[in-house]
T-cell receptor, first 113, second 111 residues
Framework: DTAVSQTPKYLVTQMGNDKSIKCEQN?????MYWYKQDSKKFLKIMFS???????INETVPNRFSPKSPDKAHLNLHINSLELGDSAVYFC????????????FGPGTRLLVL | DAKTTQPPSMDCAEGRAANLPCNHS???????VYWYRQIHSQGPQYIIH???NNETNEMASLIITEDRKSSTLILPHATLRDTAVYYC????????????FGTGTRLTVIP
């Protein structure tokens, strides 16, 4: 009965590859997010989507492309992976765009070799 | 975008109250104070939030000073499972809905 789930939990890949991380929420929320937590543990927002529409893109390289097939899903595609993309990626959701209570997934640990 | 200042680390004895301070001296009248925590290797977890009044829920209490320039998160009876990094965040309830996480306070509950 996980509220926000992510797959995979771990992802190890080579530089230059393309990979995807999936996120699903079963809370009926309208808004979903992607965050990146780097090796220094800073947690920064990357994207937010409301009802499948992109709302925020925080100066993330265009190698990162979020896709929201429906309100309950927000997937993150990363092209031409670089060493600096190694991080933990968290998906989150909130009931609507205005509220600040967000529910986070367990994270996907990406290691680029 | 650091609008809050928190001590980098604190210790608390198990079973005692943990009082985590946060300074937000430049807070605007329409900004809420939010608290989240991140237990090792897990996603951040919402704890509590407030605007002006003190708030309490099943997890914690939030005390906001009258001038709103600082606040304290209180965990009334800390357990070992409360060991985590605690983040104090100020934000406007608008469409952008950004949560800017600073460096937080690493709380260690000691047996």
């Amino acid at each position: 009965d996980t509220a926000v789930s992510q797959t995979p939990k771990y992802l190890v890949t080579q530089m230059g590859n393309d990979k995807s991380i999936k996120c699903e929420q079963n809370l009926g929320h309208d808004t979903m997010y992607w965050y990146k937590q780097d090796s220094k543990k800073f947690l920064k927002i990357m994207f937010s989507y409301n009802n499948k529409e992109l709302i925020i893109n925080e100066t993330v390289p265009n190698r990162f492309s979020p896709k929201s097939p429906d309100k309950a899903h927000l997937n993150l595609h990363i092209n031409s992976l670089e060493l600096g993309d190694s991080a933990v990626y968290f998906c989150a959701s909130s009931q609507n765009l205005g509220g600040g209570t967000q529910y986070f997934g367990p994270g996907t640990r990406l290691l680029v070799l | 975008d650091a609008k809050t200042t928190q001590p980098p680390s604190m210790d608390c004895a198990e079973g005692r109250a943990a009082n985590l301070p946060c300074n937000h001296s430049t807070i605007s009248g329409n900004e809420y104070v939010y608290w989240y925590r991140q237990i090792h290797s897990q996603g951040p977890q919402y704890i509590i939030h407030g605007l002006k009044n003190n708030e309490t829920n099943e997890m914690a209490s939030l005390i906001i000073t009258e001038d709103r320039k600082s606040s304290t998160l209180i965990l009334p009876h800390a357990t070992l499972r409360d060991t985590a990094v605690y983040y104090c965040i100020v934000r406007v309830e608008d469409g952008a809905n950004n949560l800017f996480f600073g460096t937080g306070t690493r709380l260690t509950v000691i047996p």
